[in-house]
């Protein structure tokens, strides 16, 4: 059953804004999971109403920061993000400049790890074995084992006070289409928060989404805000000499 939010209607999970969808949950020094693989499907409205409302000391769990001055690169350069959890750095001039200042801290993680770390989060699973990392720094401090011969790091679950995702198409239930390759960490960060709060582009009735078709069910979803005009920035633009 949805809970009844201040800002929302009677027993509705969405919210006229980013503001007021996040009013009430985020907080100084909290664990956020943030979707998003460098610009694509990253909730950009959730992210700039994070930084307007001044929380600090937060614990980010993405892939990379986006840019500078775009998606988690804003809350860099306002100095609110203590610490990333994350598995690249390349395309953000500003965080690896704090990286090798000192002045953030940083967990890397391999890709796939960093994936599964957050599903086991959301389903419950403490930890779990994987080869990727095991005789390099990513597995010092690590338990290992040895199963068939090969050798094991033992990772575990990520979770979060609050998800901030971006999906394409929601119902006002919560239940959630991506769209391609926007997809990405987006459904694994959703399950992974205490809290979670959707930035999407369409929003329909219940029952205008066919169940099939549904890429992550509406009980994972606490609050949704309809952003329908997104900037949509292109991290590398290539294009073809000649």
């Not at 990392?133 to 011969?149: H, L, M, N, S």
């Not at 992550?216 to 000499?241: C, F, M, S, W």
């Amino acid at each position: 059953m949805a809970a009844t939010h201040a800002g929302a209607s009677n027993k509705s999970k969405v919210f006229p804004d980013a503001r007021t969808a996040l009013a009430g949950v985020v907080a100084d020094d909290q664990t956020l999971a943030v979707g998003g693989f460098g610009l694509c499907g990253i909730p950009e409205a959730l992210i700039e109403a994070l930084r307007d409302s001044g929380v600090k000391g937060l614990t980010a769990i993405s892939n990379n920061a986006g840019v500078d001055g775009f998606g988690l690169g804003l809350l860099l350069t306002t100095r609110q993000i203590r610490k990333m959890i994350s598995s690249y750095v390349g395309e953000n001039k500003e965080f690896e400049r704090q990286f090798l200042s000192g002045e953030l801290e940083l967990e890397f993680n391999p890709q796939g790890t960093l994936a599964e770390r957050l599903r086991a989060g959301g389903a419950g699973i403490p930890a779990f074995f994987t080869r990727t990392g095991y005789g390099t720094i990513v597995a010092e401090g690590k338990e290992t084992r040895e199963f068939d011969g090969q050798h094991y790091v033992m990772e575990t679950a990520l979770k979060a006070d609050v998800s901030l995702v971006k999906a394409w198409k929601a119902d006002k239930s919560g239940n959630l289409v991506f769209r391609k390759t926007a997809r990405n960490f987006n459904p694994a960060c959703a399950m992974a928060g205490k809290v979670c709060i959707v930035e999407v582009e369409e929003l329909v009735e219940v029952g205008d989404i066919d169940p099939d078709q549904v890429h992550l069910p509406g009980i994972y979803v606490d609050r949704i805000v309809h952003n329908p005009t997104p900037e949509k920035r292109i991290e590398q633009r290539t294009v073809r000499a000649g």
